[in-house]
């Protein structure tokens, strides 16, 4: 349980806290930033955060889950406006997008990671083999018979 908990630990401060404290800052007369945030704002952290947390651990459907959680509470908090309840599914598929992006370059990455460790693997065998064709000859023995 631990684990998890500090898997998701950071990723989920970062997402607490555009959700729960950046509409503290839309809050008031200027209501038109209320579109941008929901818009903008929120899907970007939500892609940006499923990306940064695939890149570093691969794919994980259980992620995606967090940004839309957060959401809800926000919601709750806020705006009391249950319209906005759409959101929650628009977060959650952008935050899988981002999860599918990470993930393809993560695997690249760990492709290429593999494809230097096989090449360090090929020179170490063909030395290896420089080595297993030379011959030894025992003292005092003739090679000639």
């Known amino acids: ?4 908990i500090k898997r998701y ?4 401060i970062v997402i607490a806290f555009i959700y729960l404290v950046m509409p503290i800052f839309f809050q008031g007369e200027n209501y038109r930033y209320d579109a941008i945030e929901y818009q903008f704002v ?3 952290t939500a892609l ?17 889950l967090i940004a839309p ?9 806020y705006s009391h406006y249950y319209h906005w309840a759409i959101y929650v599914f628009i977060y959650l598929i952008v935050g899988m997008l981002g999860c599918f ?17 096989r090449e360090k693997k090929l020179e170490n065998d063909s030395y290896e083999i420089k080595i297993s064709n030379i011959t030894v000859e025992k003292k ?3 090679p000639e018979k």
Do not use: C, H
């Open 69 to 77: 959680i957060i959401y809800i509470a926000s919601v709750l908090i």
């Open 1 to 4: 349980m631990w684990n998890l």
């Open 48 to 64: 940006l955060s499923g990306l940064a947390f695939s890149w570093k651990r691969g794919v994980d459907f259980t992620f995606p």
């Open 140 to 142: 005092g023995e003739n």
């Open 9 to 12: 630990l950071g990723f989920g």
């Open 101 to 117: 992006i990470g993930d393809m370059v993560y695997k690249n990455n760990l492709e290429e990671k593999e494809r230097k460790q």
């Open 42 to 44: 929120f899907p970007a």
